[in-house]
Each structure stands twice: as C-alpha cells, then as structure tokens.
C-alpha cells in the first residue's frame, strides 16, 4: 500500500514528505512543532491520534534514524544546526504566532534543543536527555560513530529566559531520574515524576491520561494535577 502523503498549506517553505508533514488547516495562531521518538515509521504522525482534536497548526518531524537529530531531517537538512537553522527561518515565518514544541526520549531532546533555541514559548519533553551518549543513555546504545554536532545541551537550557519547559520523567528508571534531577537545576523547568520507567507517554495512554495531558499542554493550563497520583 503506498502511503498518501497530503501536500503543505500555502505559504510553507518546504512540501510534505515522509520526513516532514505540515498541517496548517487552523486559523488559530498557534504552531506545535512535534517530534519524532525513535524507530518511529515514516510518513505518520508522532502522537497523532491524540492531536487530532487539537486546534492549532502542527508540523511533524521525522529524521528516520535513530540519531538525536544529529544527521537533521531527510529534505530539510543534514546536520543539528541545519535544522535549527531551518526552524529559525519557520518561528521567523510564523513570529505572529505562538510556537509550542513538544517530543518523548530521542524527541524530547529535540524539543528541548531546539525549542529553547527558536524561543518557543511552551515545551513539553518526555525523558529527553541532556547530554547525549553518556554511559547508560539511550542514546549511547544507537549512535557509535555517528558524529554529533549537538550533544550537550546545558548551555542552551541555562540560559534559557522565554521558554517555559515541563519534563515529564519515570521513577522506575534511574537515568531518566539523573536526568530529571539535571533539569530542575536550569531556569523555567519543571519536571514531574510518573509511577513508570523510561515509556512515559505509552504510560499515560494505558491509563487514559495522555489525550488529556496533550491537549492540555497546547493550550496552555496545567498539567501537573492531570497527572496527580499517576
């Protein structure tokens, strides 16, 4: 079955494709820059099912490797910077909207990096990691000879003055705790911990939480009493 990719709205620099789909439908002035986790298949939606109902433009990327967006997005560019360079021109683009971002384990890193880096207003990063390939990461296990051009993000995030990020984190897992226990060190940063291990978002869609603590998430109310006792 060949899967049907529909095209960007008007107006977008680049066309959709399997690595890149932008949808711009809603008239609201609010971007949500999603992505992907890894092994995530190209061409879908990283948590789509539970964004549908959500009103507001998204754009969902997709670097089809296992590579922290290190090696970029297939068609947009090559390298971390290239990207971050991309996304600079897009909150240009769209600098009369909110821009949100939002991403889980290899995809929290992105929304980290790179949201605090274009001025995002709002992030949420499931059990991202702040430094890459350090020993027990998830990252360390998929990158052996990749080259990075982003693996440190503590300067990015302690000088961070615009953006508000939620961490959300597993108490079962001992790196991501390390991790969580980093974020709270650097300004704007809440964390908050879940009753599970590194799966945090497969978490709260098992008990019906995920929809709602999304939703919440983009526009703007909290998310922490969603999750109280979760």
Known sequence: MTLQIAPAAAGFPLPNSEHLIFEGGS???KLLIVFAYINQVL???SH????????????FLNPGKNEWYQTGVPGVADT?????????DVASDFSDHEIICLGHSMGGFAALGFGVSIGASRILASVPEVTLNVPNSLSIRHMKGVKLDCDDLTDVLAYNTRSDITALVGRRNVFDMGMGYRLLSFPRTDVIELDTGHNTFPYLKDVGKLGATLEAFVEGQAIRPILDGV
């Open 27 to 29: 008239t609201r002035k």
């Open 80 to 88: 971390y910077t290239g990207l971050l360079r991309f996304l600079q």
């Open 48 to 59: 789509s099912s539970f964004l549908r109902n959500v009103d507001c433009k998204k754009l």
């Open 43 to 45: 061409g879908t939606r």
